[in-house]
């Protein structure tokens, strides 16, 4: 009877629909916005899909882990890099190219959470920049897998599917991206509210509390690091794919800076965040830029100091607040 | 004889110079209920530190259920069971109260390995959480984030988390301290209610608390450990007096 009532408690609203659903509408929704608003600058648009799974990675271990990093951009360029090469080896099918940047990823999220994740606070700062330098130097000086400052270019991927060729336009490698974009963040939302992803956020709270309930925290933050190395290197496979040239910005201390300043612009500690955070700061920025080539950093500034201040949790949290807001004005009306 | 759950021996533990437990020795059997008390600065919560296995002792052993946990982490600890709460509450903030209870749960139960799937549904979670929850009565408590609870709520909740862990040593750092009349009578009931068989070392300063809960008594000052034995007989004991009860008899007195 009790056990009745309690499921019947805890039942789904009536309009309820699953958070995976909403996330595949929302995504969908927000290509197809993309689209209609830049149809002649779709490589913008790819770009900044690009970019997101790179703030969705970084995300991942500093929003959900509480894990401070400036030099997330390494696994992003290592892993562009290694597609560059695996399609300049004559790899080109689009799939397999994502697979490998995810699986380069993996193994250079692994090799930095292992470092990064031994430490805390400023030394672990640091020790993230050192790793970052040290990628991008690397990169600089193996010239003859990374084309050093010149970059490395010439990559044609094939087609998805063995059908779909990319266009000029970049209208397949648009599609492709928010598909890909869709899936991974449909993933993330799962992972990010697992057994897994809720210890992880316990960690980032109290690492002792969470050693006093028996979780093993270093093992799980370098796991994390690992799902976080795949997202990124999505982001860098999706960057080589679709621009076809991979160059040392992309595993550049700017790279990684920019990728927390979007986090913290959408609000940490939520994919939401990180989406809108992403995308307000990028198309932001191209609009501004286009407008004021020379004063728009200063504009970007400004734009992050209000946020800062009015809305410390990031842009989600006004989100938030404003649905509640309406929500309680609809439950008002009768 | 009873069977020893938790036991020390011949534990110390020095920070640079200063020892600040020296040369502790005792143990603690199956549903033995035991306070250990001392003035301020007697080094409890150090020994509580030791037991859990945040410090680890500069010499000595621990046991627990016979075995030397000594040179083991907490979380190996956590997994024989030896579980403690803290003097300030320590809890996940970003999660709610439901999320506390449950990840306690669904860690005891290796789900917290689960990468892909929604922790929360289960339901043999759900019923283990909701009955760690109701014990202590914030079960209406359950949605809300942790940050939005009073200090008294967390230190059930606190609580809870310990409870849900399934504790076969339960460590008490002063369980019932800077926490309002209302919630620490559901504390002390929920202790009460703790079930029979698991061993309880318990920090109090408040006496009639120790002398309701407690069948045996630990007396720390300056790091030693100058009594153990039954609580009728520690008000009569000279040094305890003098280290501890005598300035609190006296205080009471000039008061």
């Known amino acids: ?51 997101t799974l790179l703030v969705l990675s970084l995300d991942l271990v500093t929003g959900y882990c509480g894990v401070a990093t400036l030099g997330h951009a390494a696994i992003y360029g290592v892993s562009a890099y290694v597609v560059g090469n695996a399609c300049l080896a004559g790899h080109s099918d689009p799939l397999l190219l994502l697979l490998v940047g995810a699986v380069a990823g993996a193994v250079m999220g692994l090799v930095s959470g292992l470092l990064v994740t031994r430490f805390k606070g400023l030394p672990q700062l640091v020790l993230s920049i050192a790793v970052g330098q040290l990628i991008a130097a690397l990169a600089n000086k193996l010239s003859s897998l990374t084309g050093g400052s010149d970059g490395l270019s010439g990559i044609s991927p094939g087609r998805i599917f063995g059908v779909y060729a990319f266009d000029m336009y970049g209208r397949t490698g648009y599609v492709f991206s928010v598909a890909v974009l869709m899936v991974v963040f449909v993933v993330l939302l799962r992972i ?10 316990a960690i980032k709270d109290d690492s002792l509390r969470a050693r006093m309930i028996g979780a093993r925290v270093y093992p799980r933050l370098v796991l994390m690091y690992g799902v976080s190395g795949v997202v990124g290197g999505i982001g860098g496979a999706l960057n080589a794919i679709n621009t076809g040239v991979v160059g040392l910005d992309s595993v550049g201390f700017e790279r990684s800076a ?52 009015f809305a410390p949790k990031g842009l989600v949290s006004l989100g938030g607040l404003l649905a509640g807001r309406t929500a309680s004005v609809l439950r008002r009306r009768p | 004889m009873s069977q020893s759950l938790l036991e020390l021996r011949n534990v110390s533990m020095s920070f640079g110079g200063m ?42 052993a621990v046991h627990l259920a016979g075995v030397d946990v000594t040179a083991l982490p907490i979380s190996d600890r956590v997994d024989a069971g030896l579980i403690r709460t803290f003097q300030i509450t320590r809890l996940f903030k970003s999660l709610t109260v439901a999320q506390n209870v449950a990840l306690a749960v ?21 019923r283990e959480w909701e009955r760690a929850l109701g014990t202590l009565g914030i079960a209406h408590l359950a949605d809300r984030q942790v940050s939005q609870l009073a200090y008294g709520q967390q230190r059930l909740l606190d609580l809870a988390i310990g409870l849900a862990l399934e504790p076969k040593v339960l460590l008490l750092d002063e369980p019932a301290a800077g ?25 109090e300063h408040d006496m009639d608390l120790v002398f309701r809960f407690a069948r045996r ?22 040094e305890v007096r003098r280290a501890y009860l005598g300035s609190y008899a006296d205080a009471r007195h000039a008061s």
């Open chain 2, 19 to 60: 020892r600040v437990n020296d040369d502790i020795s005792f143990s603690i059997g199956k549903g033995e209920r035991v306070a250990l008390i001392g003035p301020n600065g007697a080094g409890k919560t150090t020994l509580v530190n030791v037991i859990s296995g945040d410090l680890t002792p500069s010499q000595g």
């Open chain 2, 179 to 203: 926490v309002p009349s209302e919630e620490s009578s559901k504390i002390i009931e929920a202790i009460d209610r703790l079930p029979s068989d698991i061993a309880v070392l318990m920090i």
């Open chain 1, 192 to 201: 990010v509210h697992s057994p897994f992803g809720l210890l992880c956020q």
């Open chain 2, 106 to 126: 669904m860690q005891r139960k290796g789900l917290t390995r689960n990468i892909f799937s929604s922790p929360m549904d289960r339901p043999d979670v759900r």
């Open chain 2, 217 to 238: 008594v630990l007396v720390l000052a300056n790091g030693k450990l100058i009594f153990q034995g039954d609580p009728a007989e520690v008000t009569h004991h000279q």
């Open chain 1, 1 to 51: 009877m009790t056990d009745r009532a309690m499921v019947d408690g805890m039942s789904p609203p009536r309009f309820f629909v699953p958070l995976e659903l909403r996330a595949v509408a929302i995504t969908l929704a927000l290509g197809a916005l993309g689209y209609t608003l830049f149809p002649d600058d779709l490589a913008f648009l790819t770009r900044l899909i690009s970019i």
């Open chain 1, 258 to 309: 920019e990728a927390l300043v979007m986090l913290v612009l959408g609000g940490a500690g939520s994919l939401w965040g990180a989406l809108i955070g992403s995308i307000v700061f990028q198309v932001f920025e191209h609009y501004v830029s286009a407008a004021n080539p020379f004063h728009w950093m200063t504009m970007v500034g400004a734009l992050l100091i209000a946020v800062v201040l």
